[in-house]
C-alpha cells in the first residue's frame, strides 16, 4: 500500500525545461555579455547531464570565450547559475510556466486521503521554491513534508542518494512509496534506491528507454496511452487517479515501452 508519493520536479510536476530552465540560462548568459544561446535541441543534450551548474561546466569547452583555467570556468559556471536562478524565478512570476495537466488534481486527491508527499529532485531549492509558490500558492508549504533537493546530496541522479534521503527523513520503506518521474536518470535513481516507479513522459524524454517501471504514459491528463492499460472513466475527466496508481503499485508488474 502506498504511503508516500515522491515527486520529481522539472518535467514531471511541471514542463519547466525547455521554456523555463532552458530561456533563463540564455537570459544568464546575456546578462554577463557572453554570446551564447542554448537551442532547444542543445539543451535536450545538456539534459544527459544532472544539475545546471554541471551543465554549465559540461558545455563550456564547445565555447571559445570560456575561460582557460578550471577554477575560472567554476568560478563563472557558479555565478551564471546565480543569475539563471534569478532569470528563472521572474519568468515563473510572469506565469510562463505552470503545473503539468493532472498534477494539481492528484496532489489534492492524495492529500485528502491522507497520503504523504516529498519532492525528491536534483534542482536546487529556491528553484523548488519558485515553483511551488508560483504554481500553488498558499497551499505549496504545508502540502509537501520534506523536500530533498540537488544541494541536499553529494551525487545527483542517477545516483540513488536523493531518494534514500527522502526515505529516511519519511520514516518509510521503499515500497510503502511510489516515486514520479520523466527521466531515465531519474528511474535508474528511483530503483537503485528500491523505490517502484512511474514514468510521465516529458518533452525531452518523451522517447527515451524506460524498463522496470509501474507504469508509463504520456501524461497524468489522460488515460490513454499507458501501459499497463487504463480501463474505465477514471475520475470521470479522462485523467490518470490515484486509484489507478494504487492499483499499478499493489500489481507492481514492471513493465517496459517495448512489452
Not at 544561446?37 to 544532472?50: D, K, M, S
Request: hydrophobic content about 45%; charged content about 25%.
Amino acid at each position: 500500500m502506498i504511503e508516500s508519493l515522491l515527486w520529481d520536479v522539472d518535467g514531471t510536476l511541471a514542463e519547466t525545461e525547455r521554456d523555463g530552465h532552458r530561456l533563463a540560462f540564455n537570459d544568464a548568459f546575456a546578462s554577463m555579455g557572453l554570446p551564447w544561446a542554448w537551442g532547444v535541441a542543445r539543451y535536450g543534450e545538456l539534459l544527459r547531464v544532472t544539475g545546471g551548474r554541471e551543465r554549465i561546466l559540461a558545455d563550456l569547452p564547445t565555447q571559445a570565450e570560456a575561460p582557460a583555467t578550471a577554477a575560472e570556468r567554476e568560478a563563472l559556471a557558479r555565478e551564471l547559475h546565480r543569475r539563471k536562478n534569478i532569470a528563472y524565478e521572474r519568468r515563473l512570476a510572469e506565469g510562463a510556466i505552470a503545473l503539468r495537466p493532472g498534477v494539481a488534481e492528484l496532489l489534492d486527491e492524495a492529500a485528502s486521503r491522507g497520503l504523504r508527499l516529498a519532492i525528491v529532485t536534483t534542482t536546487s531549492r529556491a528553484n523548488v521554491a519558485a515553483l511551488l509558490r508560483h504554481a500553488l500558492g498558499a497551499a505549496a508549504k504545508p502540502r509537501f513534508e520534506t523536500a530533498v533537493c540537488g544541494e541536499d546530496v553529494a551525487a545527483k541522479k542517477p545516483d540513488p542518494e536523493a531518494y534514500q534521503m527522502a526515505l529516511q527523513r519519511l520514516a518509510l520503506p521503499p515500497l510503502a512509496t511510489l516515486a514520479l518521474e520523466d527521466s531515465p536518470a531519474g528511474v535508474a535513481a528511483a530503483r537503485a534506491a528500491d523505490v517502484p516507479v512511474l514514468v510521465t513522459r516529458s518533452a525531452y524524454f518523451a522517447s527515451d528507454t524506460v524498463e522496470g517501471v509501474v507504469a508509463v504514459g504520456p501524461g497524468l491528463h489522460t488515460r490513454a496511452g499507458w501501459r499497463p492499460a487504463l480501463a474505465g472513466p477514471g475520475g470521470g475527466d479522462g485523467r490518470v487517479t490515484l486509484d489507478d496508481l494504487l492499483e499499478w503499485h499493489a500489481r507492481m508488474d514492471l513493465v517496459s515501452q517495448f512489452g
